[in-house]
Every structure is written in C-alpha cells, then in structure tokens.
C-alpha cells in the first residue's frame, strides 16, 4: 500500500510540473531575473509568466497574464512553438523559435541606448520545472 501512495505522489508532482500547453495551443514563456554574476541558487527570483496562443490562421498571438490579455497583430506564425512578435512601438521582436522563448531588444543606436541596456541584472528563460524550483527557493 505505501508503494502504491509513493507512485501517487510522484505521478501528481511530476504531472503537476511538467507544462501541459500543448493540449491547448497555449505555449508559456517562464522568467527569472538573476545578477550578471549569478550562481546556481544565487539570488534568482521568479517574474510573472506569460501565456501565449498563437493562431496561425490569423497570424496573430494572444498573450495573457495575471493583469491583462492582448492581441498581438504584427506577428509571423508558423506553429505553436515557432512564432515572433513585434511590439507596437517596435521596440523589441520576441517570441518562440522550436519552443524556446527569446527577445530581441531594436532600439535606436543613440548615445543613451547602452545606458539604458546597461543593468546587473540578466532575463533568463527557462522550462517550468526550473521556474518552479526558484519560486520555491529550493536552488
């Protein structure tokens, strides 16, 4: 019997951390912000996620977080995990390329933009089970 509650347990864990997106057409981009210098466990910490639902019908992409839902409208769909965006002010493209989350910064060369990009903080994306560990501070 204690077997059979072990297996239970481990099934719910690992089928609560593994990312079921694909059963909906949502794909979800996972944040952590980390010093430059960071180390494992280090001082990460988790920024709220985003869902996005890519239509490559309309080649649009919702995208849904805690605070809103928008409509994304200058974007080049391919399938769920292959997409990109481009941001209204055109100031960055994101987006997914073989389901791994990236952004691209396209600001103007002026002389304040390295200023601006200059921070000792780092975005780093990362799967759901690396997401979780560092919103639980277990590394």
Not at 47 to 69: G, H, L, M
Request: net charge negative; aromatic share 16%; proline share 3%.
């Amino acid at each position: 019997m204690r077997k059979i509650i072990v297996i239970i347990l481990v099934g719910i864990f690992f089928s609560y951390i593994f990312d079921w997106g694909f059963l909906t057409g949502r794909i979800t981009e996972y944040p952590i912000l980390c010093p430059n210098d960071f180390h494992e466990g280090n001082g990460c910490m988790t920024i709220r996620i985003t869902d996005y639902y890519p239509d490559k019908n309309t080649q649009t992409v919702k995208a849904k977080s805690d605070f809103e839902i928008k409509t994304l409208k200058k974007c080049s769909v391919i399938n769920r995990s292959n997409w990109e965006c481009k941001y209204d002010d055109e100031s960055a493209t994101f987006g997914f390329n073989n389901g791994q989350y990236h952004s691209t910064t396209l600001w103007s060369k002026t002389q304040n933009a390295e200023d601006m990009l200059k921070t000792d903080l780092e975005y780093i994306y990362v799967p759901r089970w690396r997401y979780l560990l560092e919103d639980w501070h277990i590394i």
